[in-house]
């Protein structure tokens, strides 16, 4: 069982930057590849990023490449999303997961666990 807890989220101006932060419980978070996915209001839950259970390997959407950077620290058993020229789609509840899949999981349902979700707002 993992559980994860996000915060960092917040109201930013477009252009702005915010740093998610995602703590897991547990012993064995470095059996997880770990993901960050986004909800905005209507639409479905959509990948952002992920990142392989070693952090050597990182994978964006094409969306958020080039702007966002995921990060992890196994010893502190923490993901980050560091976003940069953040823009007004950018904004929806954003959330951390982890993965137990041999593939790289850039599908939800390739997640076995769920973080509750931190808002995200990027104003214009």
């Known amino acids: 069982q993992v559980q994860l807890v996000e915060s960092g989220g917040g109201l930013v101006q477009a252009g702005g930057s915010l740093r998610l932060s995602c703590a897991a419980s547990?012993?064995?978070?470095?059996?997880?590849?770990m993901g960050w996915f986004r909800q905005a209001p209507g639409k479905e839950r959509e990948f952002v990023a992920t990142i392989s259970r070693g952090g050597s390997f990182e994978y964006y959407a094409d969306s958020v490449k080039g702007r966002f950077t995921i990060s992890r620290d196994n010893a502190k058993n923490t993901v980050w999303l560091q976003m940069n020229s953040l823009k007004p789609e950018d904004t929806a509840v954003y959330y951390c997961?982890?993965?137990?899949?041999?593939?790289?999981?850039?599908?939800?349902?390739?997640?076995?666990?769920w973080g509750q979700g931190t808002q995200v707002t990027v104003s214009s």
């Open positions: 997961a982890a993965s137990q899949s041999i593939a790289v999981p850039l599908r939800a349902n390739l997640y076995d666990y």
């Open positions: 547990g012993r064995t978070f470095n059996n997880y590849r």
